[in-house]
């Protein structure tokens, strides 16, 4: 999904032109940017949260030349699901160790 698509989801909720619907979508983008440059964290119920993590310094290879190049320190920033996210996008009842045949494994003995 691109931020168009997004934006074509909010304008089909209500009586919103494309051009309200592009300004929630932005404002919301930059909310969530502000809150992260300011090292706030950010956590939406049901969804997940956002957080900057510091990576340290450290030696890096150039996979052209092959020298040594230093790597500084930075920040990134990371999301991590909520568990109701995970359970939505991998429901429990495909589980993949089930097979025909193997008792152990929830399926039937022949």
Known sequence: MTK???VEEVTKLGDLTRRDSETIVETIFDSVIGALKSGDKIEIRGFGSFRIRQRKPRIGRNPKT???????????????????????VNPTGATAGTAVGNPSAGGTAA
């Open 4 to 6: 168009a698509d997004l």
């Open 66 to 88: 092959g020298t040594k190049v230093e790597v500084p320190a930075k920040k990134v920033p990371y999301f991590k699901p909520s568990k109701e996210l995970r359970d939505l």
